[in-house]
């Protein structure tokens, strides 16, 4: 089973409004939150990362927010524009960091 | 240019037929790890190498091998492809554990089994 929940599978968002995707984990072993962008006919590349010790990240217009309580996690793009258009991965690892499991992966679509 | 080379970038074969898709990194990186991507489930970790001569298995090993003779190289091996391996397959590579250093991706080797 997915050790990680992500929702929704695709999402549609206007120029500049907020696109937020959302992730679930049970494993409480979990300490390291990535997040990865993929263009169409590439691999995955790391965008922005998290660790349980804080509740939210911020770089540029894309954010974090951590709820270790809940064992949720989210990825907020502010001002989404048409070039952010592309599938985004989240990921959790624990056990010394040498596994990273993904979620199911979520297709944003940024109409102009 | 620091990248995960990955080949082919595309190949259609047939059942059983052996085939090797090739990986390498020029970035002296210690960790490798090959996943495949399928729709709805995501990127799937099938086999890792945390150093050379060192290989364990991830989520989804069956009908894969790997090799670890050398630092830069890490190829997928598909004794006898089945067409549920038909897939799109990322070779990854990080500094030290993905979970500290994050990876670099391959740009992805999309198999087709017929």
């Known amino acids: 089973q997915q050790q990680v929940k992500q929702s929704p599978q695709s999402l549609i968002v206007q120029k500049g409004g907020i696109s937020i995707i959302n992730c679930a984990y049970e494993?409480?072993?979990?300490?390291?939150f990535p997040w990865y962008q993929q263009f169409p006919g590439k691999g995955p590349a790391l965008l922005i990362a998290i660790r349980p010790d804080v509740s939210e990240k911020k770089e540029g217009r894309f954010t974090i927010s951590f709820n270790k309580s809940a064992k949720q996690f989210s990825l907020h793009i502010m001002d989404s524009q048409p070039g952010d258009s592309a599938t985004y991965f989240c990921a959790a690892s624990g056990e010394y960091g040498n596994k990273l499991v993904f979620g199911a992966g979520t297709i944003l679509r940024v109409k102009s | 240019e620091a990248q995960v080379t990955q080949n082919p970038r595309y190949l259609i074969t047939v059942t059983g037929k052996k085939l090797t898709v090739t990986c390498s990194q020029n970035m002296n990186h210690e960790y490798m790890s090959w996943y495949r991507q399928d729709p709805g489930l995501g990127l799937r970790q099938i086999y890792y190498?945390?150093?050379?001569?060192?290989?364990d298995k991830g989520d989804v090993p069956e009908g894969y091998k790997v090799s670890r003779k050398e630092k830069r190289n890490f190829p997928l091996i598909l004794e006898s492809p089945s067409p549920n391996q038909t897939s799109l397959y990322f070779c990854a590579s990080s500094l030290g554990s993905p979970g500290h250093y994050g990876y670099t991706f391959g740009s992805g080797t999309r198999l087709t089994v017929v």
């Open positions: 494993n409480t072993a979990f300490d390291y």
């Open positions: 190498s945390m150093n050379v001569e060192v290989t």
